[in-house]
Structure formats: structure tokens, C-alpha cells
């Protein structure tokens, strides 16, 4: 027979000034996150991905692995411009305006799904290329690459948009 050992750990704010504290560090937590990290990264990001469109684009880095790349770095461009609209939810002069409110619950939501869903599909898809391309070279040779990714692209795009709109 063995006996385990348990112990408890209870947090006890002993006054309102302790409250106040929290309050303040909880403020300037997120004043650092969401006005200052949250823009800093977009900005990284949209200028790393821009270079990656600009190099990966150049007629001498044509092939099916750079078109799923550019498709990918354009997506991220485009979810990290949408996620950052959505964070405007916390600077109020545009929280309370009306044509944020009627742009972040129809669009901006979706549009900022609709990117990010695509990124993660274009990367399935790539995976998927990559393995046939590997594990069966002379299958993967049958079909013209560059004109599959544009129109998977396309119609995973277009298919993904419908479906969140309920058209589809």
C-alpha cells in the first residue's frame, strides 16, 4: 500500500491594493502585446513574405514548389493584414466607430479564416505534390504543375469563401 502526498496551493489577494496591481500589470501586458508586438510581427512578417514573392517570382525560379510558395507567402500577406484588422478591436476611437463594427463581424472574421485556411490547405497540398513527387517520380510527370496549382488554388479559394457565406 502506498500513500500519496497531495499538496494544495491557494492564492489569497490580501487587499485592494494587491487588486490594483494585478489590474495594472494585466494593463500594461496587454498595451505591450497588442500595441506593440502584435504590429511589429505583421510588419516582419508582410516585408519577409513581400521578399519572398519578389525572389520567388523571377523567371528563373519557375517551378511547382516556388508557385506553391509564392501562393503560400501571398496568403500569409494576406492574413496577417486581415488579423491585424481584427486587432483593432482594442484601440477604442476604432472599436466604437460603426464601420468597424459592421466590417469585423461579416468580413473580417471571414476574411481572416478564409486565409488562414487556405495557407494550411496550400501546404497540405504542396505536402501532397512533394510525396507523389518522391515516392512516385514518374506519376507526379503526367500533369503540368504550374496549371494544377493555379487552379487548385483557385478553386479551394473560391470554394472556401462560398462555404463561409453559406452559398456552397
Known amino acids: 500500500m502506498t500513500t500519496v502526498a497531495t499538496t494544495e496551493v491557494n492564492v489569497v489577494v490580501d487587499s485592494s491594493a494587491d487588486l ?3 489590474g495594472r500589470q494585466l494593463a500594461v501586458t496587454r498595451l505591450i502585446v497588442q500595441k506593440v508586438l ?9 516585408s519577409g513574405n513581400l521578399v519572398n514573392v519578389a ?6 525560379m519557375k517551378s511547382s514548389t516556388n508557385s506553391y510558395l509564392t501562393a503560400l507567402a501571398v496568403y500569409d500577406i494576406l492574413y496577417l493584414i486581415f488579423a491585424l484588422t481584427m486587432t483593432l478591436d482594442h484601440y477604442s476611437g476604432v472599436s466604437s466607430s460603426a464601420w468597424y463594427q459592421h466590417y469585423r463581424l461579416p ?7 478564409t486565409t488562414s485556411n487556405t ?3 496550400l501546404t497540405l497540398t504542396f505536402t501532397v505534390e512533394r510525396y507523389i513527387g518522391v515516392c512516385h517520380p514518374m506519376k507526379g510527370k503526367v500533369c503540368h504543375y504550374n496549371l494544377r496549382v493555379a487552379i487548385l488554388t ?3 479559394c473560391t470554394r472556401r469563401l462560398l462555404s463561409q457565406y453559406n452559398l456552397l
Do not use: C
Open 20 to 22: 490594483d496591481d494585478l
Open 119 to 121: 495557407g494550411i490547405w
Open 107 to 113: 468580413f473580417g472574421r471571414t476574411l481572416t479564416d
Open 55 to 60: 525572389v520567388l517570382t523571377r523567371r528563373s
Open 154 to 156: 483557385f478553386t479551394e
Open 38 to 46: 502584435i504590429p511589429s510581427v505583421v510588419l516582419f512578417g508582410v
